[in-house]
């Protein structure tokens, strides 16, 4: 249903995305499904093959038929966004290298929805699933391997991908990690001493020595630990504890956030921390109540300070 050149500006764009813009692998799947979906739409709704001249003539009547159709199927306000999104990136992209105006389909606007956000832990609760992990597993060696990652996430708001793809190059772990996160962005996360004496105890008791080029957190088996086994585990303590379906392995780096934010710390610096491209995300992210951030506000404002 898609022109053979839109099919070949849809492989290449995706190759961007991926080799330049450093998009994940599920992320590009979503990107083709997205994009293909839009133009397999504006090929029937124009009642031909749409070529390169007819797609640069898109209006916003256009945008509209499309984003009611999907709606149609059933398709939520949040997977619309996503979609919008990706298609807008395709249009820029292209009307880049084929000299046309993207305006009609940049001016879309995404729907609104409200943002699921993870809750985070209360700190008792924090210290009293953390303390749960260092004796859940009968292997000393495992238990130490848990705890070291679940610190990780606490205490430097690591991502469970990030903490699982340390090697053996990063042991011992130094004081400032450079992580790379979505997209492909780096950032600077400090090592505080606890974590990085949990790591130490857990190369002391694992069997599997840190090798350069292989996992410093390994399986039973010695293969890489698989991140659903953190997971079930952080189940398991769940139930015994009583916690919340909530308490899941990014409702620790969610915790890190707020418990940080909660004790002074800046938006500024826990958007750099987290890795996000946008203070407003980390404003999303960080979910404290009113009150406290207006104790911050009337703490930080000139006006507040010179009364």
């Known amino acids: 249903?898609?022109?053979?050149?839109?099919?070949?500006?849809?492989?290449?764009?995706?190759?961007?995305?991926?080799?330049?813009?450093?998009?994940?692998?599920?992320?590009?799947?979503?990107?083709?499904?997205?994009?293909?979906?839009?133009?397999t739409f504006m090929t029937l709704h124009h009642g031909g093959p749409q070529g390169f001249a007819a797609i640069a003539q898109i209006e916003v009547a256009d945008m509209r038929a499309w984003m009611a159709q999907m709606r149609g199927t059933g398709l939520s306000s949040r997977s619309l966004a996503r979609a919008l999104s990706a298609v807008k990136g395709f249009y820029t992209w292209l009307a880049a290298r084929e000299g046309f105006e993207p305006t009609a389909v940049l001016a879309?606007?995404?729907?609104?929805?409200?943002?699921?956000?993870?809750?985070?832990?209360?700190v008792d609760d924090a210290r009293r699933l953390m303390d749960r992990v260092e004796v859940q597993s009968n292997e000393p060696w495992v238990a130490a391997r848990d705890l070291a990652v679940i610190t990780l996430l606490y205490g430097s708001g690591l991502r469970i991908s990030e903490a699982l793809s340390l090697t053996g190059e990063d042991y011992p772990l130094p004081d400032?990690?450079?992580?790379?996160?979505?997209?492909?962005?780096?950032?600077?996360?400090?090592?505080?001493?606890?974590?990085?004496?949990?790591?130490?105890?857990?190369?002391?008791?694992?069997?599997?020595?840190?090798?350069?080029?292989?996992?410093?957190?390994?399986?039973?088996?010695?293969?890489?630990?698989?991140?659903?086994?953190?997971?079930?585990m952080i189940e398991q303590v769940r139930l015994q504890l009583g916690l919340p379906?909530?308490?899941?392995?990014?409702?620790?780096?969610?915790s890190f956030a707020t418990h940080l934010l909660a004790a002074g710390g800046d938006l500024r610096s826990i958007q750099e921390l987290l890795g996000h491209a946008s203070l407003s995300t980390t404003q999303a992210y960080t979910a404290v109540d009113a009150a406290h951030l207006m104790q911050i506000y009337d703490r930080a404002h000139p006006r507040a300070r010179s009364e």
Do not use: C
């Open 176 to 232: 400032v990690l450079r992580m790379t996160g979505k997209g492909g962005k780096q950032r600077l996360v400090p090592v505080l001493p606890i974590a990085a004496a949990a790591v130490k105890d857990y190369v002391r008791r694992t069997p599997y020595a840190p090798v350069a080029g292989a996992p410093l957190f390994r399986g039973v088996r010695g293969g890489a630990l698989s991140p659903r086994i953190i997971q079930k």
């Open 1 to 39: 249903m898609i022109s053979a050149a839109l099919a070949d500006a849809l492989d290449r764009w995706l190759v961007h995305s991926g080799a330049i813009e450093g998009k994940a692998g599920a992320t590009l799947v979503a990107y083709r499904h997205d994009v293909s979906t839009f133009l």
């Open 108 to 122: 879309a606007r995404a729907p609104k929805f409200q943002r699921n956000l993870p809750r985070p832990l209360e």
């Open 245 to 254: 379906a909530s308490a899941t392995p990014h409702a620790l780096r969610h």
